[in-house]
């Protein structure tokens, strides 16, 4: 098993988030994670990428304790990468030197072809804007800039927050393709929450629904 | 609804050109023409050693600063210390004090024969002055004291716009730390950037500090030689060197503001980690925040009371510049006025209409910042003091409210550009879909809106126009009287008790209508809040 999550617990302010919650992924698999707001995907997200505590409850991440009472394992030692669901791009960074900073304080970087930037760029369609800056974007263009940001690294697992959610149809589809061919080609894993299953259930091997902070596996 | 914006545009420019670029390009023009070659009575080395003077003297004060400010808003924003906005309030007192009032009290208080020095000799055996300040220490100080609120105020906004998200985004980084201050130096220098130019040309055109404490500065020698010698090409050849560094700036700054993030969050916005204080830690800063507090306000204000030798004078000197008084609000208020109409019909026009034109009107707008005042002043003498305009309209100081309203000018039109920014065009263009006329919608869904902007710009630029002493020095006309000019004629020959219960009077005249201000908005506050029966 690649993540293994056993009896995870968060509270905030004495609020259960998530309660006793257990979860297994395999590796290189395609995960989905379903619910209505407020249920507290986000926030499971953000305790396996190291962002959050858990009160309670361990993770597992290819073979290695995350988090014991005493000490967390920081996000930049996880290899992970994670778009958030309000995208978090730095507003005063053009849209290339986002890829480039990412790829220069990476330590993956001397596996990176440099020119992975312009190509990335080109698949996201944004190439013509890397000069700007992401106020000068579009919302669909800022969200697949935060994509691009998170996979140039080539993390062991991308976690995304509504990935597609200000994509249209063509672009949706055109950004799932391209995550679909970079995960085979490195066999990361991919953890996703999404509200829109419609493009993106064929290839999800794993479907859970989130439901006041526990989580249920769902029959594809 | 074109044809209206295109008026406003229209009006707007018209307005700046018979304010501000017209006087200034004839004054070059006069100086091309009839004074280039005409000597000025000061050599190249003296000008090399007098620009280098000022401008480590200005550095100097920026870098402190710039520290000052800046480490107060990081405690302001980033820890868990309690009433830090009554401690913010408290920090900014020193905006509404006029920097010749403060370098009056410092100047005495730490004369060779007066305030500390005296109060030394009375412990003391000696004859002798104990304590010895040289004027660049003590203008430095004064300097300081003034001037960091700017920075305060800036890094208070940077640090508030910064969002953990940005943050975070860095930490899936093996080198995580590298990259975080990469993003944050992008991110803080530009604020770094505008307050230090901000406080390196107020300190380098500063004239009365540097006056009081006889230091040999640029801003005084430029007074100097249009006061004393009516030098006008003398003052042009000095102010050049400033000019051209102006320009420099003028690159960067343009640059900077371009690219100052405004947004803070694309929704669901986390609470930035704050620094948890122990008790220990509190009370230091408490205490470092009272010697601070004692220091900047304190001090200067309790001075300026014991040197008041007899309150019962105050009757008598109210009665003698009561109309200097009503003459200076009446000044201020009409300047304000001018400021704030034309800085939003600039600022409305630079960013709604004139896209390739409004660069140049914000870099001349730049360039009249960095102008030395007294330019400014000199350049509205040479053109309404001419044969073919009416004799009153200089001879009754009509110019001086419009030459006051220029100092906070570019300043306000910058503001207000931030402003616009942040303000979609679809706002007003769905109130004219609805049928409201343009200067309706103009005021529903942008006056509206930065009621509270234009508050703060209204009462800065009502303060900045109120202490303004260089402008009014040189334009104000015989006979007419305003209170920080005849505070400056005082501070030359007048008592110490004189010129400290004048200086009260000014900074009471201020402060009054400022707390009442304060007060009617907390109570329209308290009102809103009631009806939404919170």
Not at chain 1, 21 to 37: E, K, Q, V, Y
Request: hydrophobic share 50%; proline share 4%.
């Amino acid at each position: 098993m690649s993540l293994t999550i056993k009896n995870l617990s968060f509270f905030y302010e004495q609020q259960a988030i998530l309660e006793q919650l257990d979860l297994s992924l395999p590796a290189a698999s395609i995960s989905a994670i379903i619910g209505h707001s407020g249920q507290g995907k986000t926030t499971l997200l953000r305790c396996i990428a190291g962002l959050e505590k858990p009160t309670n409850g361990t993770i597992h991440w290819q073979n290695n304790l995350l988090n014991t009472k005493s000490k967390c394992i920081p996000s930049w030692k996880r290899n992970m990468s994670m778009v958030f669901q309000d995208l978090a791009l730095w507003p005063h960074i053009k849209v290339k030197e986002h890829l480039q900073l990412i790829l220069k304080y990476n330590q993956n970087r001397e596996v990176i072809n440099p020119t992975a930037i312009d190509e990335i760029l080109s698949t996201f369609e944004i190439e013509a804007m890397s000069h700007r800056y992401p106020a000068q974007l579009s919302q669909g263009q800022q969200q697949r800039l935060a994509i691009a940001r998170a996979v140039i690294s080539n993390p062991a697992l991308l976690i995304l927050d509504e990935p597609f959610s200000s994509l249209d149809e063509r672009m949706t589809f055109k950004c799932w393709n391209y995550l679909l061919k970079w995960q085979d080609s490195v066999q990361s894993s991919i953890l996703y929450v999404t509200h829109d299953l419609k493009h993106t259930i064929e290839q999800t091997s794993h479907i859970f629904n989130m439901e006041n902070g526990k989580l249920r596996q769902q029959e594809q | 609804m074109p044809d209206s914006r295109q008026t406003l545009a229209i009006f707007s420019i018209l307005t700046f050109s018979i304010m501000a670029i017209l006087p200034i390009l004839f004054l070059v023009a006069t100086v091309f023409f009839n004074h280039f070659l005409a000597p000025t009575n000061i050599s190249f080395t003296e000008l090399q050693l007098l620009f280098l003077n000022s401008f480590f003297f200005s550095s100097n004060v920026t870098f402190f600063t710039l520290f000052l400010g800046m480490g107060l808003a990081w405690i302001f924003t980033r820890t868990t210390l309690r009433h830090s906005f009554i401690w913010l309030g408290l920090f900014c007192l020193p905006l509404f004090i006029p920097i010749n009032i403060l370098a009056n009290i410092w100047s005495h208080f730490l004369g060779n024969h007066t305030g500390l020095n005296a109060l030394l000799l009375k412990w003391l055996p000696s004859t002798e002055p104990l304590l010895n300040f040289s004027p660049w220490f003590s203008a430095s100080l004064v300097q300081i004291m003034s001037f960091y609120p700017i920075s305060l105020l800036i890094f208070y906004a940077a640090f508030l716009r910064w969002e953990q998200h940005w943050s975070e985004a860095c930490y899936f980084s093996s080198y995580y730390k590298k990259l975080h201050r990469i993003v944050l130096w992008r991110y803080y220098r530009n604020y770094l950037g505008i307050s230090a130019l901000l406080i390196f040309v107020f300190s380098f055109s500063d004239f009365a500090v540097a006056d009081m404490f006889q230091l040999h500065v640029y801003a005084t020698e430029v007074f100097l030689q249009l006061s004393a010698y009516s030098n006008l090409s003398g003052a042009l050849i000095l102010s050049l060197p400033i000019i051209l560094m102006g320009i420099i700036y003028l690159f960067f700054i343009y640059h900077w503001l371009e690219h100052i993030p405004l947004s803070n969050g694309y929704g669901n916005n986390r609470q930035i980690t704050l620094k948890i204080l122990s008790p220990v830690q509190t009370t230091t800063l408490y205490l470092l925040f009272l010697f601070l507090i004692g220091m900047i306000i304190v001090l200067p204000i309790s001075y300026l009371l014991i040197t008041i030798d007899s309150w019962t004078n105050m009757g008598q000197l109210i009665q003698l510049v009561w109309q200097d008084i009503i003459l200076s609000l009446f000044l201020s208020f009409i300047a304000t006025t001018i400021c704030l109409l034309l800085s939003l019909a600039l600022a409305y026009s630079i960013s709604r209409k004139l896209k390739p034109m409004g660069i140049w009107i914000r870099l001349f707008l730049l360039f009249l910042f960095i102008l030395p005042s007294s330019l400014i002043g000199i350049a509205y003498i040479h053109f309404w003091n001419q044969p073919y305009f009416p004799d009153f309209i200089y001879q009754q100081g009509w110019i001086l409210p419009f030459a006051l309203s220029l100092i906070f000018l570019p300043i306000a039109v910058e503001i207000f550009l931030l402003q616009f920014k942040k303000l979609p065009i679809v706002e007003e263009q769905a109130a004219h879909l609805c049928g409201i006329s343009f200067y309706k919608s103009l005021r529903l869904a942008i006056l509206l809106r930065l009621t509270p902007v234009i508050k703060i710009v209204s009462l800065i630029c009502f303060i900045f126009c109120f202490n303004e002493l260089t402008i009014s020095l040189l334009i104000s006309p015989p006979g007419l009287s305003i209170l920080p000019v005849r505070l400056f004629s005082m501070v030359h020959y007048g008592s110490q008790s004189l010129i400290a219960s004048l200086s009260l009077l000014q900074l009471l005249v201020l402060i009054i209508p400022v707390f009442f201000l304060y007060r009617y908005n907390l109570s329209l506050i308290k009102k809103s809040q009631e009806k939404k029966g919170l």
